[in-house]
Every structure is written in structure tokens, then in C-alpha cells.
């Protein structure tokens, strides 16, 4: 099986090396068998898409700021588009990429720059800024 170019570390520049879930997560048998990045010395990684035969990165690596960072933009932001699916009684992926689209016209960037886990801290503090107006709004 062919794997992505490695990414190199947006802290240090090192290449990233691929690895298995279990040596992240030790002890998260659920994650065990899964695949990601991950610069050892900067304590920084990112997974791989689940379909990817060729283990792409899900964005860029990250380290503990960034991965929280992160956490709380999906946290902020995934329940809408959820919500979005149901009460719109529409697929998942749709309104997924309806909230997306949304997301890149409130943050006023490309719609393809648009990526969660490509942003980074400022990124994903805005998405929650964002997130909890439509929460306040409700």
C-alpha cells in the first residue's frame, strides 16, 4: 500500500513519521488500528482519512494547543450541521457541506480554505466565536 508524502511539522520542519493509533493513544483499543502523523520531538500529529489507501493527512499536525484548539472549533461547530441534517431532513454530508459553506462566508475566506483541521489557533477560536452567535441566536 502506497502512503501520502510524509508532512513535514509546521513547528520544526521535520518530516513526519507515520504511526499507528496505539502508540498515540495508548490503551484506546478503538484507535489502535488507525494511522497517523506524527513528529515525535514536537509532540505533534494528525490522522490519516479512514478511506485513504495511501494514509492522507486529515490537515496539518498539531500540538497540544492546536489539538484542543481544534476540539473545541468541532465542538462548536459539528452540532450544527448535525442539527442542520435532522431538522432539514437532509444527509449528513450535505449539511455538512451546507454548514461549510456557511462557516467560509461568516470567517470570509475561500470556501475551499475551509477546513477545520488546516486552521489554526485564531482559526478555530473564530469558528467557536462564530458558532455560539448562531447558539445565542436560537
Not at 72 to 77: I, L, P, S, V
Not at 89 to 108: C, G, H, N, T, V
Request: with cysteine; aromatic share 8%; proline share 5%.
Amino acid at each position: 500500500m502506497a502512503k501520502a508524502k510524509s508532512p513535514s511539522c509546521p513547528y520544526c520542519n521535520r518530516i513526519a513519521q507515520l504511526v499507528s493509533g496505539d502508540e498515540i493513544y495508548s490503551g484506546r483499543v478503538d484507535l489502535a488500528h488507525k494511522k497517523f502523523w506524527k513528529c515525535t520531538p514536537c509532540q505533534a500529529w494528525v490522522g490519516t482519512h479512514l478511506k485513504s489507501i495511501t494514509f492522507a493527512p486529515m490537515g496539518r499536525l498539531a500540538d497540544q494547543d492546536l489539538r484542543k484548539a481544534k476540539q473545541a472549533a468541532h465542538k462548536a461547530f459539528d452540532p450544527l450541521w448535525r442539527l442542520g441534517s435532522v431538522k432539514h431532513k437532509i444527509p449528513k454530508q450535505e449539511a455538512r457541506i451546507r454548514a461549510y459553506k456557511w462557516l467560509s462566508q461568516s470567517l470570509d475566506i475561500d470556501p475551499k480554505d475551509c477546513q477545520i483541521g488546516m486552521f489554526d489557533i485564531d482559526m478555530c477560536n473564530q469558528v467557536v466565536r462564530v458558532c455560539e452567535e448562531v447558539d445565542k441566536d436560537k
